[in-house]
Structures are given as structure tokens and as C-alpha cells.
């Protein structure tokens, strides 16, 4: 089982299954609905999906018919979206898990939408925290 949780923690949710089909998203509607270079979705299983706590924190915004976006209204965390056309499956961002899970990626979609300032090819430095000399 996996958990998982906004960054206010107002909204906490869990698992029960499996999380399929995960990729990593460069499209430009990803990208601004996380502010970052991409957003890593993956498929759950309707049915393995509760909303445990804060369910009245829950908003959802229509971009197109039949597809939300759901979002802590408290923090603004993006939790997952549906689709009207899949209704026995949800769309889960990824960055909303607490708990480790064992599957994997299978794909960067979308890269002709990327970021013109994302590049996976650059060895860039990692760092544990910070990086040296930011105040």
C-alpha cells in the first residue's frame, strides 16, 4: 500500500494496487501545472484509490470536457486528474507520494513541447541539500 499527501497535509490518500503506465510528461500543460520542467504521472486503479483525509480540500479545474485536475485548495498541490473517458482510472502526480514504490518510469513524452532550458543530457552537479554558497 502507498500513501500519500499534500504539502500542507491536509489532503492524505492511499493505494492499494498497482501504479501503471508512469511517464514522464514535457508538455506544456504539465509543465505549467507544476511549474517545473515536467510532471511524473502514473495510472491507479479507481477502485485502489482512497482519499483518507481532507476530501472537502479537494478543487478541480476543467481545462477540457470531461478531464479535471484535482488540487489541495489549501497549497495548491496537484493530487490527480480524471477523464471521463477512463473513468476506472486516475492520473496520479507522482511528487504527491510519501511511500517508496517499485515501479518505474517507462517514458519521457512529449519532448518536442520540453522546456527549451531542460536538457536530460547535461552531467550537471548533485548535492545533498543545497547547493554551495546559496544564502
Not at 485502489?48 to 489541495?72: H, V
Amino acid at each position: 500500500m502507498y500513501q500519500g499527501s499534500c504539502l500542507c497535509g491536509g489532503v492524505q490518500l492511499s493505494i492499494s494496487g498497482k501504479i501503471s503506465d508512469i511517464i514522464h510528461c514535457h508538455c506544456s500543460l504539465c509543465r505549467k501545472s507544476t511549474g517545473s520542467a515536467f510532471a511524473t504521472n502514473g495510472f491507479v486503479n479507481l477502485e485502489d484509490f482512497t482519499i483518507t483525509q481532507g476530501q472537502d480540500l479537494l478543487n478541480s479545474f476543467e481545462l477540457r470536457s470531461g478531464r479535471k485536475r484535482y488540487f489541495c485548495r489549501h497549497c495548491a498541490s496537484p493530487v490527480y486528474s480524471s477523464n471521463a473517458a477512463d473513468p476506472a482510472r486516475i492520473r496520479l502526480r507522482l511528487g504527491i507520494l510519501d511511500s517508496d514504490i517499485t515501479e518505474r518510469p517507462i517514458s519521457h513524452n512529449f519532448m518536442t513541447s520540453k522546456a527549451n532550458w531542460d536538457s536530460l543530457e547535461i552531467d550537471l552537479p548533485q548535492y545533498e541539500a543545497h547547493e554551495p554558497g546559496r544564502k
